[in-house]
């Protein structure tokens, strides 16, 4: 019997584990090639940590092309991109995780980075070498869950 509860234990930790699997880049499921409806991550994003997504050079660094007047303290924003005040109430959650993973299905001639895509590209590597990048630790931009705590954060601007 007790070896049943210990397996039991066991099965669910690992089904739960699997429930909230990371989607692969290669896996996201589009509709109408400008929405993906459904998490990254299987869990809410956390806003704060968008924040730290969006402001940093180290990660997403939006505000190197984006203004974002609800962070006045963050220096040398932006006007290459649109101003993302009231992206909130603009673009639904879906359409604004489909711009975050890859803004180029929406707009195609964007100079927007695709922060969730790790193929079609023509040459992708580092630019300051000229040599081709690994194709064994070619990853995205950023991770799942930063584009989820990007899209939480994004959905708080709504005025």
Known sequence: MKLNAVTGLVAALVLAGTA???TAPADVVWVDDVQIP???TGAPGNAEAGVAVVSSRAQGNCVACHEFTALPDVQFQGNIGPALDGVGSRWSEAELRGIIV??????????????????????????F????????????LLTAQQIEDTLAYLMTLTE
């Open 20 to 22: 909230y699997a990371e």
């Open 102 to 127: 890859d803004a180029k299905h929406m707009f195609p001639d964007t100079r927007m980075p695709s922060f969730y895509r790790v193929d079609g590209f023509i040459r992708p590597g580092d630019a």
């Open 129 to 140: 070498t000229g040599r081709a990048a690994d194709p064994a630790t070619f990853g995205p």
């Open 38 to 40: 459904e998490s990254l």
